[in-house]
């Protein structure tokens, strides 16, 4: 059964840091770029990083570029999510996701056909 698990949300301040981490399993997505979306309460999911296997490529929305960096270790078949310099407007639900097809750098939510069941970060002022 293929999963993705992510962790590492929580409340805290602007201006703080946290990672976000996403365990994957059941098969390997070396090949296949991962991505993070969120969703605000009733906001649709958008995009927020996405990496291709090997990190020879990313992607990030220009609301997150300079602040967040992604990351995966294919090794330990996990991704991850740096996120610095935090804002209110960053609360929402975050989730991981691989791509469907491999060795495509891809943006758009329909592109990504494995979901994890999110994590919440909640930043406060």
């Known amino acids: 059964q293929v999963q993705l698990v992510e962790s590492g949300g929580g409340l805290v301040q602007a201006g703080d840091s946290l990672t976000l981490s996403c365990a994957t399993s059941?098969?390997?997505?070396?090949?296949?770029?991962m991505g993070w979306f969120r969703q605000a309460p009733g906001k649709e999911r958008e995009f927020v990083a996405a990496i291709m296997w090997s990190e020879s490529e990313t992607a990030y929305s220009d609301s997150v570029k300079g602040r967040f960096t992604i990351s995966r270790d294919d090794g330990k078949n996990t991704l991850s999510l740096h996120m610095n310099n935090l804002r209110p407007e960053d609360t929402a639900v975050y989730y991981c996701?691989?791509?469907?097809?491999?060795?495509?750098?891809?943006?758009?939510?329909?592109?990504?056909?494995?979901w994890g069941q999110g994590t919440q970060v909640t930043v406060s002022t």
């Open positions: 059941g098969r390997r997505f070396s090949s296949y770029c």
């Open positions: 996701a691989a791509a469907r097809f491999p060795l495509r750098l891809v943006t758009t939510r329909s592109e990504y056909g494995v």
